[in-house]
């Protein structure tokens, strides 16, 4: 079978009877019957049947906060509704949020890109999309750390490419020299995601120099997703397209308003990259969804231009951090869970290895337990390609974590 990465088929170098034929086939052959859903949305819908049903559930599960966002941002998206900006935009987005994003790179990320190197999306999730999409041919190899975020590996799969894992160990640190032994010569790029989605951890500055010389030197792109930058905790984040730009053209930076700015629902991010790969990913952007939503997209420039805006992030920050310092005081508490702690994002990954047992033999059927009887959801290691773990979001009230917790040690003790 052959197959053509989109940036060939966009360049128009296929015949178009061709490109339909193998298009065809190609959707309903391989990629429908591959798609599996995403694990956190699966177990949102178990947890609805529950509530449903009338019980109350300590939900510790989506990847959101559970704090509203900020009243600038809502004036903004009124404010942009009285403006009647409720047309199409230019498909890659409203050319002043494209020049705040460029404003923000240089200014907190040390990277310069022109607004013609940046494309808006509907969500993170929608950039990496099209950035695998764009760049990844039939039978490349991508290579992903895991414990990881599953959207990575199913986007790979659906551009007909194969997800090569690296398997971390706690405290899950990425190394360079983890790296090097997964190349071959089909790797066409690597994905990395810092601070991490479900460990927290994240990618020191000295390695990621290193990931970077080596991708320049394999000619492999990097796909760096950095949606939880701000949500680390004594650190300064580090981008790896800031270091030269050698690896900044090799480097798609992917970024999102989801999670510091509590704007999940508005589906809004964005991807920068050299202007080859980002005007690629808007031809694809133009054919699917064309441009975001508009009003997510004046919500995003208040974000990033409104003079509070400092300050709502620190007391985001400020609050996730206190929580996360009450979440890792609780489990110290709780037999035989064990945990690293996150340098960053609003997760904590339980090692559950030693309270598995005859009855809950797996992961997933532990944090199954934990639901039905308890009440209490979390999501189970498996869905992070990390069997024996378990992923909590403490972003949370806090006396539903306090509750959830407390809750997670009487399911523990009553095993023991
Ligand atoms: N990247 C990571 C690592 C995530 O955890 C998530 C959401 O959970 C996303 C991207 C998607 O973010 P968005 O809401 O912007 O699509």
Redesign the pocket.
């Known amino acids: 079978m052959y197959s053509y990465t989109y940036l060939e088929r966009i360049n128009n170098k296929l015949n178009i009877t061709n490109f339909y034929n193998f298009l065809i086939y190609d959707i309903i052959f391989t990629n429908m019957k591959k798609i599996l859903l995403s694990p956190t949305l699966n177990l949102s819908a178990r947890i609805s049947e529950l509530e449903e049903k009338g019980k109350k559930v300590l939900n510790l599960t989506a990847?959101e906060t559970s704090f509203p966002t900020s009243n600038y941002i809502k004036k903004a998206i009124i404010d942009a509704l009285k403006n009647n900006y409720t047309y199409y935009s230019d498909v890659s987005g409203i050319i002043d949020l494209r020049k705040a994003i460029c404003s923000k790179l240089k200014k907190e990320n040390s990277i310069n890109y022109k607004p013609n190197e940046i494309i808006i999306t509907a969500?993170?999730?929608q950039a990496l999309y099209e950035a695998i999409s764009v760049i990844c041919n039939h039978g490349d190899e991508v290579i992903i750390p895991t414990p990881t975020?599953s959207t990575y590996v199913e986007q790979v799969k659906i551009a007909n490419s194969h997800p090569v894992f690296i398997k971390l160990k706690p405290p899950f640190k990425l190394r360079y020299t983890d790296i090097e032994n997964k190349i071959t010569r089909k790797t066409k790029a690597i994905i990395l995601?810092s601070p991490a989605?479900p460990t927290g951890s994240v990618i020191d500055k000295n390695e990621l120099e290193k990931i970077a010389n080596l991708a320049i030197k394999h000619k492999i792109y990097i796909i760096s997703?950095e949606?939880y930058e701000k949500l680390i905790f004594g650190k300064k984040h580090c981008s790896i397209a800031s270091f030269r730009s050698k690896i900044k053209n090799l480097t798609i930076t992917i970024n999102?308003f989801?999670k510091s700015y509590s704007l999940?629902g508005l589906r809004i991010?964005y991807a920068a990259g050299s202007k080859n790969i980002i005007s690629k990913m808007a031809a694809l952007q133009s054919q699917i969804t064309s441009n975001a939503c508009s009003l997510s997209q004046y919500a995003a420039l208040a974000a990033l231009t409104n003079k509070n805006t400092d300050k709502y992030t620190h007391q985001i920050i400020d609050k996730i951090y206190y929580l996360r310092n009450l979440a890792i005081e609780k489990l110290s508490q709780i037999p035989n869970i064990s945990y690293t702690k996150p340098e960053g994002t609003f997760y904590i990954f339980l090692n559950l290895k030693k309270v598995l047992s005859k009855k809950y033999s797996t992961s997933h059927d532990w944090v199954e337990g934990l639901l039905l009887k308890k009440q209490v959801a979390i999501v189970p290691g498996e869905a992070f390609l990390a069997p024996g773990y378990a992923r909590l979001n403490f972003a949370k009230n806090e006396q539903v974590l306090r509750e959830a917790l407390k809750k997670i040690g009487d399911f523990v003790n009553v095993q023991t």
């Open positions: 990847g969500g993170a999730k975020w995601n989605n997703d949606v999102s989801s999940t991010g």
